[in-house]
């Protein structure tokens, strides 16, 4: 099966109806912690190649209580700022952003004011990296990272305020806020939450993943290509696209089947609770991937580059996620580097 793409359109390839809007109630305050963990394994080491600098000190990674109020934190802002998504669905587009496809409308930015404005309410100390203070554009992001990350700062909160701005303006309800939180480059809370299915979806280091509270893990039983369900990115950029469209031509006769949707910080969430076997996409930003990053290594899934097979970072922007089988996603990614759909159209095709 081959596809082509002549033009700009919207493309949504099998997704499963959205249930009706749901209008939960919006949190007004720091909610108390829902989860009572014990203890945490602190400072995954792929995280930990992300380049920042770590003190050797006592007091170089965060207590529990700590992670804990910050988990508390996000849940709450992101439940907060779902509201505001869901009730300007379909909201005019404003303007485009690097290009004519990369939509942006009055909400995004008022969500982002409502979460750092909540976040430094109760963390004045924190550092906030949201993707509309970033100029348009890959090298924009990628340097706003870098510096962040050069700076040493102790907590980070990296957010995307509507991930699937597209699907959001077009009146489609699949978007989600994606909040991801580091401590010293190490990745330690991360939510996800859409707010027209009202479904939260959290996790901190050590502590597991959960949706609604209960606890989720990434699918186990689907241990070859031909029973998985596989997720693609549909970028707004021509050339960040092609690569996902090469990936579905690869994959489609070998997989049960291939969906796009058009929320990265969603595919994750569904990776991690079992709905989808495994997401590529080969140009993403930390505030697409930080949150979902935390979501699928707590759900005992795997999270890596998609071209050089090394584990995620905050810097990784060819993503491949998939379940707790190493034989598929290892499979997976011998199939999508084969048909360069890890490789950018203005990339040379490397091996590195």
């Known amino acids: 099966r081959s596809m082509t793409m002549k033009s700009a359109v919207v493309l949504l390839l099998g997704a499963t109806p959205a249930a009706a809007f749901l209008a939960a109630p919006v949190s007004v305050g720091l909610p108390a912690p829902n989860r009572g963990f014990t203890g945490f394994v602190i400072g995954a080491a792929a995280s930990r190649s992300a380049g920042v600098a ?9 207590s529990a209580s700590e992670v804990q109020q910050v988990l508390s934190c996000a849940e709450a ?44 309410g109760h963390f004045p100390g924190h550092s906030f990296l949201g993707e509309e203070s970033v100029d348009p554009g890959q ?20 957010v ?21 939180v580091a401590y010293r480059g190490d990745l330690q809370v991360g939510v996800v939450y859409d707010p027209f299915q009202d479904e939260m979806f959290s996790a901190v280091t050590g502590g597991g993943c959960f949706c609604n509270g209960r606890r989720v893990h990434a699918e186990k039983d689907v241990t070859e ?10 970028p707004p950029a ?18 049960r089947t291939v969906r796009m949707v058009g929320s990265a910080a969603l595919h994750l969430a569904w990776v991690a609770c079992g709905r ?59 199939v999508l580097v084969e048909a360069r759909a890890s490789t950018l159209e203005d990339d040379p095709a490397s091996e590195s």
Do not use: C
């Open 238 to 255: 021509l050339n960040s696209m092609m690569p996902s469209l090469r990936g579905i031509n690869a994959l489609m006769p070998m997989v």
């Open 139 to 158: 090298a924009a992001s990628s340097n706003a990272l870098r510096a962040v990350l050069d700076k040493g700062v102790d907590w980070l909160w990296v």
């Open 276 to 334: 989808a076997s495994a997401y590529f996409e080969a140009d993403l930003n930390a505030w697409d991937t930080a949150a979902g990053a935390v979501l699928i290594r707590e759900a005992g899934g795997h999270m890596v580059d998609l071209h050089t097979g090394s584990p995620y970072t905050l810097e990784t922007r060819r993503i491949l996620a998939t379940n707790g089988n190493a034989q598929v996603r290892d499979h997976l990614r011998a």
């Open 160 to 180: 995307d305020p509507i991930d699937g701005t597209t699907n959001f303006a077009s009146g489609m309800p699949l978007s989600t806020v994606s909040i991801g």
């Open 54 to 62: 770590r003190s050797a000190a006592a007091g170089a990674e965060p």
């Open 225 to 234: 290509l031909a029973d998985a369900v596989v997720i693609s990115g549909s």
């Open 77 to 120: 802002a992101a439940r907060q700022a779902g509201g505001l998504i869901r009730d300007g669905v379909g909201s005019e587009v404003r303007k485009t952003k690097a290009n004519s496809r990369d939509l942006l409308t009055e909400v995004d930015g008022a969500a982002q004011r409502l979460i750092e404005d909540y976040v430094y």
